[in-house]
Nanobody
């Protein structure tokens, strides 16, 4: 079970921190990440972090978003700075044993989303 939270309405240039709480099992040996889906658009990979802290980002968020995890708390976070209107989407937390499948959206675990709205 993955539960995302922390979304909201923010002005362009602002910041939000998303959290994802995992339950039901330990995800310490899983790659965890975030996807987003804007209205009328396809689901998009945003960021991922593996068990040793290695990170991967989609190009459009590099330098603005930071993914982190706390294995002791079975949680993953997404710090989003310098937000733009095009970041508006529902953000989903995901987990999978492999980065290659996670990036494609073929994941073992897909949590419910949290809405992020960035006003111009």
């Amino acid at each position: 079970q993955l539960q995302a939270s922390g979304g909201g309405l923010v002005q362009a240039g602002g910041s939000l921190r998303l959290s994802c709480a995992a339950s039901g099992r330990t995800f310490s040996n899983y790659v965890m990440g975030w996807f987003r889906q804007a209205p009328g658009k396809e689901r998009e990979f945003v960021a991922a972090i593996n068990w040793s802290g290695g990170v991967t980002y989609t190009n459009s968020v590099v330098g603005r978003f930071t993914i982190s995890r706390d294995s002791a708390k079975n949680a993953v976070y997404l710090q989003m700075n310098s937000l733009k209107p095009e970041d508006t989407a529902v953000y989903y937390c995901v987990a999978d044993p492999r980065l290659t499948t996670l990036v494609r959206g073929t994941v073992d675990y897909w949590g419910q989303g949290t809405q992020v709205t960035v006003s111009s």
